[in-house]
């Protein structure tokens, strides 16, 4: 599987955990479940998967302006647990934003830069190739989190094994 392709079923996953998020109370996606520092509830969390994409891709690989620039009240509500106060649409508009950013930039990836090594602080630098794939599986821990977050207040979440968004092939004949 190359980074489009899982970046594909990221994006299949995301929008079958939106669906269920979208029929989900408020009170819930709200509802502090998390002691952290930074995590308090669901709605902390699906803001903060876009803006690790957001911030690695526009921050670090192409240093330019963030996805969030466009959405002043997500920009200043910094990384805190904050979230719980923004309605749910608000935060997937800016997830949508920073995915139609993400699906531009990987449209225009090619082998030769996922071999480009991307510097993140003077002690850091990775190849870009593996950034991507960071940023694809916080997402898919974070989405799992999520996932066992809505367990715990009787709401079923949706099925998001790789497996049930892998094309099924049939019974293939033995050689």
Not at 22 to 43: M, N
Request: net charge negative.
């Amino acid at each position: 599987m190359n980074i489009p392709e899982m970046y594909d079923y990221v994006m299949r996953a995301r929008r079958d955990l939106w669906a269920t998020l979208e029929a989900v109370p408020d009170e819930v996606l709200s509802r502090p479940l998390l002691q952290g520092e930074r995590f308090h509830c669901i709605k902390d969390l699906v803001a903060h998967t876009a803006g690790v994409e957001d911030g690695w891709l526009h921050f670090t690989i192409l240093q330019d302006t963030p996805v969030e620039d466009a959405f002043p009240a997500i920009r200043d509500a910094g990384n805190g647990p904050v979230y719980a106060e923004f309605s749910l649409s608000a935060l997937l508009d800016y997830r949508r934003a920073v995915e139609t950013s993400t699906l531009a930039y990987l449209a225009a990836l090619t082998d030769a830069d996922l071999e480009r090594v991307v510097e993140d602080s003077p002690t850091e630098s990775f190849k870009l190739d593996g950034l991507l794939w960071h940023v694809m599986l916080h997402e898919v821990r974070h989405t799992a989190q999520i996932c066992a977050l809505l367990r715990t207040q009787g709401i079923k979440p949706p099925s998001l094994d790789l497996l049930f968004y892998l094309p099924n092939l049939g019974a293939q004949p033995r050689t």
